[in-house]
């Protein structure tokens, strides 16, 4: 915009002139171009002033932002430009040296996922996650180097000359294979790196840092992966304009989160826990609650025939066809991996054999993490079908349930998730915590 003023006013002054000195008549020597020039740049800085696009004078700038105004990334986010505003959306291929414009914007509903990527269909970027309340979420799909892999930038364009606060929660739910959380200036100036590799079981303050931004300047954040895997960090980012106090500087608690097999209808520890009390010895449930077993039609169930170690991370039950279910040790978290090789063919089932007559109440969380064939976990007792839970077709975070059954002593209360396509292979993961009434 501002080539195109000074083009328009240079074009008038030049006309102006020429009417002045007749239609052929040019303006006589050198003198009198320059007194032209210093008039267009004297115009063309009026003219950005006036807009508050640019200004020499720092005065003016900050008097345009009061002293303490902040700009968080989740509320300030931008879902009609991805690189207009202070909070802009770039990714990089090669660790953060250079950076490239994201220019698509997707909504991704079966996933829940809305966000700004390099292309259409990528998930690779930077958007929100309805799973993941709170935190943007950056996502790369492997180690950030050569362009072999691409990953999500988030960037903060100072709207003024001046002292910015970095404050942010970061936040690592997955444990996956990432790096620190870079703050990183365009002129290459690390200002602030936070190790990710800890951040696991809560989220975490990084220490309030200063920054100096001159006006326009990019600040660019972002978490690379160190492995040939993907990584999805999550950030809440809050960039504070010369503080008029210290409070800026203080650093929050970290509020409790529930912990897995507690179930707040109760304010306890969960009685069972399927992954906890696993049995590597008894399918039958002779030494604890659970039992392994396989269906075709969700009401008959045939116990495992044996369990194996086996030498690719699988610690599970095997039925007679080699149909496994079990404990792994690739997928991070406290999931039991129930298997079926297609639709139509045997399914794992997870079993619950009530110890005493009563209600009890099942929690737990269910987790598609390969995005495979596969929609909900069903619940069968004394074969009719007593729930369901919703699977997904991907989601970043489990699918939390709550289902409370009614159980004569003896009875099983099955858990198994079938394949919704023919000859289509699924691994579906499940949390079950167990309180009585």
């Not at 002779?286 to 610690?315: H, R």
């Amino acid at each position: 915009m501002k080539k195109r003023l000074s083009l328009i006013l240079g074009a008038v002054l030049i006309a102006a002139s020429l009417a002045g000195c007749g239609e052929d008549e040019k303006p006589q020597d050198s003198s009198e171009q320059e007194t032209l020039q210093n008039t267009e740049q004297s115009d063309d800085s009026q003219t950005d002033q006036q807009t508050g696009q640019e200004s020499s004078d720092p005065g003016q700038e900050d008097s345009a932002l009061a002293q303490g105004t902040s700009f968080n990334s989740i509320s300030d986010f931008n879902y009609d430009a991805a690189q207009e505003g202070v909070w802009q959306y770039y990714f990089s291929g090669d660790n953060g040296e250079t950076f490239d414009k994201c220019t698509t914007y997707d909504d991704y509903p079966d996933s829940k996922v809305r966000g700004w990527h390099p292309w259409t269909g990528s998930y690779i970027g930077v958007g929100l996650n309805d799973d993941m309340e709170g935190f943007l979420e950056l996502n790369t799909d492997g180690v950030s180097k050569d362009w072999s892999n691409q990953m999500g930038v988030l960037a903060f364009e100072a709207p003024v000359e001046g002292r910015y606060v970095i404050t942010a929660k970061v936040w690592n739910p997955w444990s996956q294979p990432c790096d620190h959380f870079i703050f990183k200036k365009a002129d290459g100036t690390e200002v602030l790196s936070v190790d990710m590799s800890e951040i696991v079981d809560n989220y975490a303050y990084v220490t309030p840092t200063d920054v100096q931004l001159a006006k326009g300047e990019l600040l660019y954040i972002f978490c690379n992966s160190t492995e040939g895997s993907w990584v999805s960090a999550y950030i809440d980012c809050t960039m504070v304009y010369d503080p008029q106090d210290d409070s800026v500087y203080q650093v929050p608690e970290v509020a409790a989160l529930l912990i897995l097999g507690w179930d707040p209808a109760f304010g306890n520890p969960a009685v069972h826990n399927a992954y906890q009390e696993f049995d590597k010895n008894a399918a039958d449930g002779s030494n604890c609650p659970w039992i392994y077993a396989s269906t075709v039609d969700g009401s008959e169930f045939t116990l495992t025939a044996e369990y194996k170690d086996t030498d690719y991370g699988a610690n599970e039950w095997f039925t007679e066809g080699g149909t496994g279910m079990g404990q792994v040790n690739y997928v991070e978290g406290e999931y039991l991996e129930l298997n079926t090789p297609g639709n139509g063919g045997e399914v794992m089932a997870l079993g619950f054999k009530a110890p005493a007559e009563g209600t009890y109440a099942f929690s737990g969380y269910t987790f598609n993490p390969y995005s495979q064939s596969c929609e909900v976990f069903h619940l069968s007792l004394n074969g009719e079908e007593k729930a369901t839970v919703d699977i997904g077709e991907y989601t970043a975070k489990p699918n939390e349930f709550h289902v409370e059954v009614t159980m004569a002593e003896g009875d099983v209360l099955y858990f198994y998730c079938p394949s919704t396509t023919a000859d289509s292979w699924v691994s579906a993961y499940l949390s079950v915590f167990v309180n009585a009434q």
